[in-house]
């Protein structure tokens, strides 16, 4: 059987047990088409195309190995997102996307099911069935609008150097910033347009941080803005509004700014900084900031490498979860071998360490500690891993 019949006859089983759970009494949990301003990746290995009539398809397979020198007895690489799980195979996601673009009406779904999906949905108090749906929201161009878009529903977040699908980046694992910093997914409205040439403005108005259905009566207000030269891109964020529940004091204001270089075929860099704060209805706020570099060198048109490093201060243990007060820092070098027909390889070493005493080293955890593998469980200031990242797709046609 050919990779693309393969692929197909996979997406179908996605689709169809997506429909089977969405028909269940399901229990209920900072992407993604498209992808963030900030940051576009490089080339990706050509994929087969798919289309039926004006509806455009593509979808992924993503799973991975990851070996943790800790060895932790709850099975978690701790502080990561999504490739959690360490000494075993695990499905990171398999997802399937329809869309339409807009002209002047469009749409885009994308659904799926596995461990990111879990990750991304884990703070949702709307039914369940929003657990298997990354994006789901229906586009208005006109036009005489100059290029004016605006969008209502579920859509992934503009923050961040990276997005939620792994073959969208350079390496394979997530940064803390894309972790723990950001928001995944809004749920309102949102307007993009166009300003000369080179600036691209937007404006949102949403319910709030990783929620279809708000938590208070507050709406939080997003700004962003994208200048575009020949060598580089350099987008802001910025977003303000009431996150806590039940109540609309205390605001919670995230700023995020990407710096994209792009001066030669073969390198690529990024710079990505996050200031974020939550403001107590009391005196005081807890804050969290950060900043993480990567560079992309592209040896051949299969082979890339792309060595990243980060510095996180969680400084009142607020943004990560875990009520440690730490400053994080992490190393990443990845390479990357492209496959044809849509499958591409990474295999990831990445060493990660605190000023405290925070991940775990071998020993046992209670049944807490496995459910919130982020938790503190302690006895170790560094983690190490060696991940093997497995990713098959598929786009809509060019």
Do not use: C
């Not at 179908?12 to 969405?22: D, K, N």
């Not at 069935?129 to 605006?150: C, D, H, M, N, T």
């Not at 207000?221 to 891109?233: C, E, I, S, W």
């Not at 190393?331 to 775990?360: C, I, M």
Request: net charge positive.
């Amino acid at each position: 059987m050919s990779i693309r019949r393969a692929l197909l006859f996979l997406s179908l089983s996605a689709l169809l047990m997506s429909s089977r759970a969405s028909g269940q009494a399901a229990p209920p949990a900072s992407p993604a088409t498209p992808a963030p301003a900030a940051a576009p990746p490089p080339d990706p290995a050509p994929s087969p195309t798919w289309s039926a009539g004006p509806i455009d398809f593509s979808g992924l397979i993503d799973g991975y190995y990851s070996f943790n020198f800790n060895h932790p007895a709850s099975g978690f690489n701790q502080l990561y997102n999504f490739n959690v799980r360490s000494n075993e195979f695990s499905l990171n996601m398999a997802k399937l996307s329809l869309s339409h673009t807009a002209d002047p009406v469009g749409f885009q779904v994308d659904f799926g099911f596995g461990r990111a999906f879990d990750i991304i949905s884990s703070n949702e108090k709307a039914p369940q069935i929003f657990r298997y749906i990354e994006q789901a929201y229906v586009s208005l161009k006109p036009p005489k609008g100059k290029g004016f878009q605006v969008d209502f529903g579920k859509f992934v977040t503009s923050d961040g150097a990276e997005v939620i699908e792994s073959n969208g980046n350079w390496n394979y694992s997530r940064s803390l910033l894309f972790a723990w910093a950001i928001p995944y997914y809004h749920f309102g409205v949102r307007a993009t347009f166009p300003v000369g040439k080179r600036f691209t403005g937007g404006v949102m108005l949403v319910n709030g941080w990783n929620n279809v259905e708000d938590n208070n009566s507050g709406k939080t207000l997003m700004f962003t803005g994208t200048y575009t030269a020949k060598k580089f891109a350099w987008t802001n964020n910025f977003h303000t509004g009431p996150e806590k529940p039940g109540t609309n004091k205390g605001f919670r204001n995230l700023y995020d700014t990407t710096l994209l270089l792009t001066p030669t075929a073969k390198w690529n860099a990024y710079l990505n900084f996050d200031y974020g704060s939550d403001k107590n209805i009391g005196p005081g706020s807890q804050v969290w900031y950060g900043a993480a570099a990567a560079v992309h060198y592209q040896a051949t048109p299969k082979i890339s490498f792309t060595p990243r490093v980060e510095w996180f201060n969680d400084r009142d243990g607020f943004a990560t979860g875990t009520g440690v007060q730490q400053q994080i820092k992490e190393g990443t070098f990845t390479g990357e071998y492209k496959f044809p027909e849509g499958l591409l390889a990474r295999l990831e070493y990445r060493h990660d360490w605190s000023n405290q005493p925070f991940f775990q080293r071998g020993g046992s955890v209670s049944p807490l500690d496995v459910s919130t593998y982020m938790g503190p469980v302690g006895t170790a200031k560094s983690q190490d891993t060696l991940t093997l990242g497995i990713v098959a797709f598929f786009g809509p046609k060019r």
